[in-house]
């Protein structure tokens, strides 16, 4: 069973911040790297970020007045650690990147169809749910080394995706 490692909605453990990126989505972005992940990829580049109980615990307001204050922004990254892991907070973080006219990019180390599985045993209801439907773009999929590619647009190896909310409803829809 994969935890989902719960906290306020209003609370994060990051691992730590990128204020400016042009390498983790479209735009100049500001990041927020979640802390904790069982996914053990081999040759991961963040093993700093595996603890479920290491980083910091930062409030969803402040990480929202600090993206607020940068006009040049064109959204928020969710990066990891799992993202999927912190899905309750990361959606109050969604919704309020939201509204301040931003779009919300979304790394996870599981792919899209198990990310499904999850949410069909958890519930509509579920923040993991929520935190899929909130996505503007999930990247997913674990990192493989043996796929390792540095050319690849904002992903480390070749089986992970780029998958916008159209991209996702066809590879639902193959899945009923
Ligand atoms: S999902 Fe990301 S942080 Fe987790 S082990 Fe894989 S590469 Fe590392």
Redesign the pocket.
């Known amino acids: 069973m994969i935890p989902n490692v719960p906290k306020p909605a209003s609370q994060l453990r990051l691992a730590g911040l990128e204020e400016e990126s042009i390498v983790d989505g479209p735009g100049l972005r500001f990041v927020v790297f979640t802390q904790g ?1 069982r ?3 081999k040759g ?4 700093h ?2 603890s479920y109980s290491g980083g910091t615990v930062y409030e969803v307001e402040d990480l929202l007045s600090r993206y607020a204050t940068n006009p040049l922004l064109s959204g928020m990254t969710f990066s ?3 993202p999927f892991d912190q899905a309750l907070a990361l959606c109050t973080l969604a919704d309020g990147v939201h509204s301040l006219g931003g779009d919300v990019v979304c ?1 996870t ?1 599981y792919t899209f169809e198990h990310i499904l599985d999850l949410v069909h045993d958890e519930g509509p209801d579920s923040p993991r749910a929520a935190l899929l439907d909130k996505a503007d773009i999930l990247i997913d999929g ?2 493989v080394e043996a796929l390792r590619d540095l050319d690849l647009l904002f992903r ?1 190896s070749s089986n992970q995706r780029i998958l916008d909310r159209k991209a996702r409803a066809e590879i639902a829809a193959t899945l009923r």
Do not use: D, F
């Open positions: 992940c996914n053990n990829c991961c580049q963040n093993p970020t595996h990891g650690g799992e790394y180390g674990p990192y480390g």
